[in-house]
């Protein structure tokens, strides 16, 4: 015979286990995930490569461009760095990691901006022009650049929403709860009562 418990938890002869009620982590909609993809490639591509390879081809042709322009492709090289960091940042879900990619992106864009300003007028001021098309350089310099401010607006869209989001809010009120009971917690007693 089956005690009573058992009884209880059959169901059609077979026995049923009870679940463990467990906090799953909760799923990303496919949109983010795309998003965050999209974002990741964009920054790759517009603030990593192109980025990247014009302050190198500044920092290459140090000879004949000057020290101040090497300057200005190091510093571009270091943006592309901010801001690929802030890119990868956003991709990890949690208030700090969301802070800092804002921070990074940002900081990696302002940098990269007043260097493409900086490149740029030095450019028209040269009179720098394509040998065959007779183009400013400027304008080229502008294509290529200027698109890392997509990925940088991405970057930074993503982590408000994951900031204003329903789980992130339930988890700073789990935490915000956690710390007020222990606060609230009673002290031990002084002398051992037996």
Known sequence: MMN?????????????????????????????????????????????????LSGAGLIYNRRSYGESLANIGFILIISA??????????????????????????????????????LTNHADASGWTDKYTLEPVSGMYLRRILPCIIPVLMSSAIAVVQLGSYEQKELRRVKKAAKQAKKNAPAPPIIDEE
């Open 81 to 118: 760095a901010f801001m690929l960091f802030g890119a990868f940042l956003c991709l990890l879900r949690n208030n700090l990691s969301d802070i800092l990619s804002i921070i990074f992106s940002f900081a990696g864009l302002v940098l990269c901006m007043v260097m493409l300003k900086k």
């Open 4 to 52: 009573n418990s058992v009884k209880n938890n059959t169901a059609n002869g077979v026995i049923m286990k009870q679940k463990k009620n467990k906090k799953l982590s909760p799923k990303a909609s496919k949109l983010m995930t795309s998003a965050k993809t999209c974002t990741l490639l964009l920054s790759i591509v517009f603030a990593g490569v192109m980025t990247t």
